[in-house]
């Protein structure tokens, strides 16, 4: 396992459309292992491929309840709304209000190349949207609905 770098808000690559994974192998998974430990080493609840510049439809999250991967996410079901602060790891230091479903199932493959659906509320359904836009080449800060407030160094 080795931490990579994660790419910053003005880095191109971020707002590039990420290519379906279609090899499971050793090599896919020593990639969700970096992933997963370069995402806890940073603190944070979920990363996407693009954000340590590989563009694949790959992410992972953790909200606290175990490890999830997601490799060709497909969103099946939006339900409800729930509005608030949201950050990213390749947005620093940055926070804004963000709309997004209360709800969200999606379907994805496992490491093994193997379907599975995975339902969210609240905090996960907000990861799972979240991460998802990063596979399309967007970023939070696109659908900030106010202000968006910068931290200072010290925060």
């Not at 020593?30 to 439809?57: C, F, H, S």
């Not at 199932?105 to 490491?111: L, V």
């Not at 800060?141 to 968006?148: I, K, N, R, S, W």
Request: hydrophobic share 40%.
């Amino acid at each position: 396992m080795a931490t990579r770098t994660i790419r910053i808000e003005s880095d191109p690559i971020l707002r590039k459309v990420s290519k379906e994974v279609t090899k499971f192998d050793e090599s896919l998974w020593a990639l969700l292992e970096d992933m997963a430990q370069t995402m806890y080493e940073a603190d944070g609840v979920g990363l996407a491929a693009p954000q340590i510049g590989l563009l694949k439809r790959i992410f992972v999250i953790d909200i606290g309840e175990g490890l999830v991967e997601f490799i060709n996410p497909q969103v099946v079901l939006e339900d409800g709304e729930q509005f608030g602060e949201e950050g990213c790891l390749s947005v620093p230091k940055k926070y804004g209000p963000v709309r997004r479903p209360n709800r969200v199932r999606m379907r994805a493959q496992n490491r093994m190349g193997e379907w599975f659906e995975i339902e969210g509320e609240e905090l996960m359904a907000r990861a799972m949207l979240h991460e998802n836009d990063h596979l399309d080449g967007k970023l939070f800060v696109d659908f900030v609905e106010g202000e968006l407030v910068q931290l200072s160094d010290e925060e």
